[in-house]
C-alpha cells in the first residue's frame, strides 16, 4: 500500500520558471490537501480538494494553482517561481472513518 | 485568531525523562486538537488526538492534557527514548476534524539523548 506519493523529492527552479509537483493517493480519500513546511513556522495550508473537480484556497494560496481531475490526483502548479517559494511541500489525504491526515514524504523545492 | 502557539521551540531531555510541548489558541470554535510526529525526511504522522469533551486522553507513553478554560494542551511523553526524536506539531480545527483544514503550531523539536 503506498498511501501517499509526491514526485519529485527535491527540485531547484530559476526565478521565473514553473513547474508542477505531483501527488498521488491509492487509499480513496475524498479529501486532500497541500501543505507547505518552512523552518520555525509549522506547516501552512495552501490549497485544498473535498473530491474531484472541487478545489479551495488554504492560508497562503497565493503564486500557486491547483486542479482535482481525479479522486487520486492532486497536483500543486507553481506558474512564476519566486524565492519567497523555496520551502518543503507536502501532500496529504484524509481518511473520512478517522479524520486523520496520511502526509507524503514531501518535495524539497529551491528557487534561485 | 487562528493561530495555535508552540513552546518551546526546542526540547532536549534526558533518556527516561518527561517531555513537555505546550501549546496554546484563541479560536473557541476548534474542537479537534492532534499532534503529528515527524521524522527528518519523512512526513508528518498522527501521534494523538484529543476533543475538548474530554480533559486527557492517553495512548502508550503519550498523553494529551486539554484546559479548556485557559484554552491550552499539551503533550506528555513519559519515559522519553532516543527512538522519540523527532519534531512535534500540535494543531487545531473547527468542525471536529472534519474538513481537515489543520492550524498547526510552529513545531518542536525533541532531541532524546541516550
Known amino acids: 500500500n503506498a498511501g501517499v506519493t509526491q514526485t519529485p523529492k527535491f527540485r531547484i527552479l530559476k526565478i521565473g520558471q514553473s513547474m508542477t509537483l505531483q501527488c498521488a493517493q491509492d487509499?480513496?480519500?475524498?479529501?486532500m490537501y497541500w501543505y507547505r513546511q518552512d523552518p520555525g513556522m509549522g506547516l501552512k495550508l495552501i490549497y485544498y480538494?473535498?473530491?474531484?473537480?472541487?478545489?479551495d484556497k488554504g492560508e497562503v494560496p497565493n503564486g500557486y494553482n491547483v486542479s482535482r481531475s481525479t479522486t487520486e490526483d492532486f497536483p500543486l502548479r507553481l506558474e512564476l517561481a519566486a524565492p519567497s517559494q523555496t520551502s518543503v511541500y507536502f501532500c496529504?489525504?484524509?481518511?473520512?472513518?478517522?479524520?486523520?491526515?496520511?502526509f507524503g514524504e514531501g518535495s524539497r523545492l529551491t528557487v534561485l | 485568531q487562528q493561530q495555535v502557539k508552540q513552546s518551546p521551540q526546542s526540547l532536549i531531555v534526558q533518556k527516561g525523562g518527561i517531555s513537555i510541548i505546550n501549546c496554546a489558541y484563541e479560536?473557541?470554535?476548534?474542537?479537534?486538537f492532534p499532534w503529528y510526529q515527524q521524522f527528518p525526511g519523512k512526513g508528518p504522522a498522527l501521534l494523538i488526538a484529543?476533543?475538548?469533551?474530554?480533559s486527557e486522553k492517553k495512548e502508550g507513553r503519550f498523553t494529551i492534557s486539554f484546559n479548556k478554560s485557559a484554552k491550552q494542551f499539551s503533550l506528555h511523553i513519559m519515559d522519553s527514548q532516543p527512538g522519540d526524536s523527532a519534531t512535534y506539531f500540535c494543531?487545531?480545527?473547527?468542525?471536529?476534524?472534519?474538513?481537515?483544514?489543520?492550524?498547526f503550531g510552529q513545531g518542536t523539536t525533541l532531541q532524546v539523548k541516550p
Open positions: 496529504a489525504s484524509r481518511s473520512s472513518n478517522t479524520g486523520e491526515l496520511f
Open positions: 487509499m480513496n480519500h475524498n479529501y
Open positions: 480538494s473535498v473530491g474531484a473537480g472541487i478545489t
Open positions: 479560536n473557541t470554535a476548534f474542537d479537534y
Open positions: 484529543i476533543r475538548p469533551d474530554v
Open positions: 494543531a487545531a480545527s473547527t468542525g471536529s476534524g472534519n474538513t481537515g483544514k489543520l492550524i
